[in-house]
């Protein structure tokens, strides 16, 4: 599975919604805290884009020297419908200034120093060191996983329904009819399926890949045979 670092930098690089919150500062709009950019130096530090006259952004620039704390929380929801959409969610606190360099007219960036960081998700609940926040790796699907899970659900939905045989009982726990399987979740090492029951009810199963897969074509490569493992 992926590690609690993984999973983190893997939500703070994807395009999951996030704001950075400010202890004791209040906006009128809640997107004013919503950074419209955002990337991982190689010390593990955040770097937020924002514009140049965001509550925010002056509230760096007031701070000057001092450490002003900040917290970045960002929100995973799952790009299909289905029951429970959040999947998770993650946090990074620290420090914030604003970044040397040149941002753009009318921009700024804010570089936020972790601290700490944490995730809850899908795999549970856990704290992430600094260093190990740095030195994880985003997971390489990330950059395409809503549109191939947008894609299985729309466009295999026959193929995702024959993942049940894979279940044993578990499948037909709740009656005869077998119910409807929307892929939730996807990741180097597997996919993660959920099954939603005709009663309202719902459980995950979780199809591990052979072995891990590095891009898009080793993941059709990994899909056809999960799919073929169904049909037999």
């Given at each position: 599975m992926p590690s609690a670092a993984e999973r983190t930098r893997t939500l703070v690089q994807s395009t999951c919604s996030a704001v950075l919150l400010v202890p004791g500062l209040s906006v009128?709009?809640?997107?004013q805290l919503m950074p419209d950019s955002r990337s991982i130096g190689p010390d593990g530090d955040l770097?937020?884009?924002?514009?140049?006259?965001?509550?925010?952004?002056r509230a760096a620039a007031r701070a000057q020297g001092d450490e002003l704390a900040a917290v970045l929380e960002i929100t995973d929801v799952a790009p299909v419908?289905?029951?429970?959409?959040?999947?998770?969610?993650a946090r990074i606190a620290g420090w914030l200034?604003?970044?040397?360099?040149?941002a753009g007219?009318?921009?700024t960036t804010l570089?936020?120093?972790t601290g700490e960081a944490s995730v809850d998700d899908l795999w549970g609940a856990e704290e992430v060191e600094p260093e190990d926040f740095r030195d994880a790796v985003?997971?390489?699907?990330?950059?395409?996983?809503?549109?191939?899970?947008?894609?299985?659900h729309a466009a295999h939905a026959e193929q995702m329904g024959s993942l049940s045989a894979l279940l044993g009982g578990r499948a037909r726990a709740g009656g005869e009819q077998v119910p409807a399987a929307v892929p939730v979740a996807l990741d180097r090492f597997g996919l993660r399926v959920r099954f939603v029951e005709h009663a309202g009810s719902c459980f995950d199963a979780r199809f591990d890949f052979p072995e891990p897969v590095r891009d898009v074509t080793g993941l059709r490569r990994a899909?056809?045979?999960?799919?073929?493992?169904a049909s037999h």
């Open positions: 009128i709009h809640p997107d770097f937020l884009g924002f514009p140049a006259d965001s509550p925010v952004a419908s289905v029951p429970h959409r959040i999947r998770g969610r200034t604003a970044a040397r360099g040149p007219a009318g921009r570089r936020l120093e985003a997971d390489p699907l990330v950059a395409h996983e809503t549109e191939l899970l947008q894609h299985l899909m056809y045979t999960l799919f073929e493992a």
